[in-house]
């Protein structure tokens, strides 16, 4: 995948995270800080129904569009799932979760790009 098939990827789970009214949605470049990933999209919702209702609308509205997910963690619990698209890693967290652990600052050195 090149840097804007990812980029593209990252921008397109952030909007489909904001149709099911995620809250905070940010895109993190990793791309030259760590090999882990070349982005995050963070976002929360204040549910754990919130929060499987915007992963499972990423997974569907990107398989559609040919861009399977390749695993999956944190489904069950619901208060962080992780969706692992290789280039892109999706972080959909429960609002306590995400304050808590602050990947964002944990990342703080990382460009962000806010969707809205």
Known sequence: M??????NLARKAGEYALEKKANDVQILTLKGITSITDYFVICS??????????????????????M???????YNAGRWILLDFVDVVVHIVHDDAREYYGLERLWGDAPTESIE
């Open 2 to 7: 090149t840097e804007d098939q990812a980029l």
């Open 68 to 74: 399977p997910v390749w695993n999956v963690e944190g």
């Open 45 to 66: 919702a204040d549910a754990d129904v919130q929060v499987k209702a915007i992963a499972n609308n990423i997974i569907d509205k990107l398989r559609e569009e040919d």
